[in-house]
């Protein structure tokens, strides 16, 4: 005997599996959009505010020996509980030249190499932008594939193309030139600097490159213009936006910079990556060390927020 389905009977109402989770969280006065956000906004927490909580407690401490290697900001005696902020570690980076000059030469060598690199990483993006479909791809996977090895490794690599009896100068040797002097100055980190986050600034120049209407050089093809007029006043105009994203890709972490410096630069390149780390490994000096690292976040802050509001302007024209 089977049982039969009366049409005029609507179907039993199937419930969702997640139904009963929305109906507990509503109850409590969490929604859907708060779930979402709540992702992000713990990740930030966690790994971003309370660590740089932290390393703000500690630029506040002075140094001294002992585990912590910092003395602690709340003390207690008596029942009495004391909170002591010592500013000596800030004061010390704007009275001292070591660390101004190494905030001054970071800025310029991430500001020139970033200035390089998108001189180097725009005509390929727009390359790769109008190249045939079927290339596009292959051409995009030749940009990605450094990143299959390690970053430590790609800069040594590089120790083997520059030294003085490396790849470049043997190569000059078979035209009777003389070996040029390239590891060990401002020119090898330059070079660092460049090869390492290129794809950085390629990517993003490509992803808006490839979206131009073509139609737009067309255009004003028909109407006269040259070539060198139309790239000026159309193309590099419209592309703005991923020039501003790649050049904040670059110079960010360009900024604070220490493997390439240690490896390629000489003692004379001076960069707020290598004092920090001398602070903290090597004087000890948790407090100093975190009072640059505090300093620079805020050098890097001040350019991103232009950055991002020349990127809004374009965006909004």
Do not use: C
Not at 142 to 152: K, Q
Not at 295 to 312: C, F, S
């Amino acid at each position: 005997m089977t049982a039969t389905h009366d049409p005029t009977i609507p179907p039993p109402r199937r419930l969702k599996p997640w139904n009963a989770v929305e109906k507990g969280l509503a109850r409590v006065g969490i929604t859907g959009r708060m779930l979402v956000l709540a992702a992000p906004v713990l990740w930030l927490l966690v790994f971003f505010l309370i660590p740089l909580a932290v390393v703000f407690g500690i630029s506040l401490a002075n140094k001294q020996f002992g585990r912590p290697p910092y003395t602690p900001l709340l003390t207690s005696e008596e029942g009495t509980v004391q909170l002591t902020l010592h500013l000596n570690n800030y004061i010390r980076l704007f009275t001292d030249n070591l660390y101004v000059a190494a905030y001054l030469s970071s800025i310029r060598i991430s500001a020139i190499a970033t200035v390089i690199t998108l001189l180097v990483g725009y005509p390929m993006a727009y390359a790769i932008a109008r190249a045939p479909d079927r290339w596009r791809n292959i051409l995009l996977m030749l940009v990605i594939l450094p990143f299959f090895t390690s970053f430590l490794l790609r800069v040594y690599a590089l120790t083997g193309f520059m030294r003085g009896n490396g790849v470049i100068n043997q190569f000059l040797g078979l035209f009777g030139i003389e070996p040029i002097v390239m590891m060990q100055t401002d020119f090898a980190v330059y070079v660092g600097i460049v090869y390492t986050y290129l794809p950085f600034m390629i990517l993003p120049l490509y992803t808006t490159l490839v979206k131009l209407d073509v139609s737009l050089f067309e255009a004003s093809a028909d109407l006269g213009a040259r070539p060198v007029h139309t790239f000026l006043f159309i193309t590099l105009p419209l592309s703005l936006p991923g020039i501003i994203a790649g050049s904040m890709l670059v110079f960010i972490p360009a900024i604070g910079e220490f493997v390439i410096p240690s490896l390629l630069g000489g003692p004379e390149t001076l960069m707020i990556g290598r004092v920090l780390w001398d602070e903290f490994f090597t004087n000890t000096n948790w407090p100093r060390a975190a009072a640059v690292a505090v300093a620079m976040l805020l050098v890097v802050v001040v350019p991103i927020m232009l950055l991002q509001r020349a990127q809004g302007a374009v965006v909004e024209k």
